[in-house]
């Protein structure tokens, strides 16, 4: 009995299932990290971290930016004290008090992963996945067969969300 070649489709569906089971971790962490980067302009789950630093002394305003940095604008200053959006500087003793929001260390390792770039050691990971990603997009239309019920019901959901992110991308 000559053996039955196994369709296409069958072998993409048991890839696919198997690859999502393997990503289930790291799209959790992309899911979360994702929606908590919504937030990055806010305080959101983040808490104060105050740091000191010794500066030489007298410096101006434009020379704090590299340690205040986007926060380096002077609101401020009593006596030898120069008060900035995120901390304070002493003229006199070169003392710099700089306040920072950070998230909880998972969370913020977390946000980091997502946002890796080449100059991280993790951004092949981030490649991965992407091409992971994009194997999800185009396999779950060889999943099914075109003649089945199921495909040209998945059809309408794909021009529906196709449809739905081209509205949201030029809104």
Known sequence: MPKRKTPFSFQIR???????????GIMFVYALSGILMVFRN????????LTERQLKPNLKAK??????????????????????KNG???QKTGVA????????????????LHKANTNSHLYFLNIF???ALLFFVFSAFWMYTPKMPVFKKGMYFA?????????????
């Open 129 to 131: 996945f992407g091409v």
């Open 42 to 49: 806010t305080d959101f789950l983040k808490s104060e971290v």
């Open 63 to 84: 020379e704090l930016t590299s340690v205040f940095k986007k926060g380096a604008k002077v609101l401020k200053t009593e006596g030898d004290v120069l008060y900035l």
């Open 88 to 90: 304070n500087y002493n």
């Open 159 to 171: 021009a529906g969300g196709i449809v739905l992110t081209l509205i949201l991308l030029f809104l």
């Open 14 to 24: 048991i890839i696919h299932r198997y690859l999502g089971f393997f990503l289930a």
């Open 97 to 112: 008090i700089i306040k920072k929001m950070k998230l909880p260390f998972v969370l913020d390792k977390m946000e980091k």
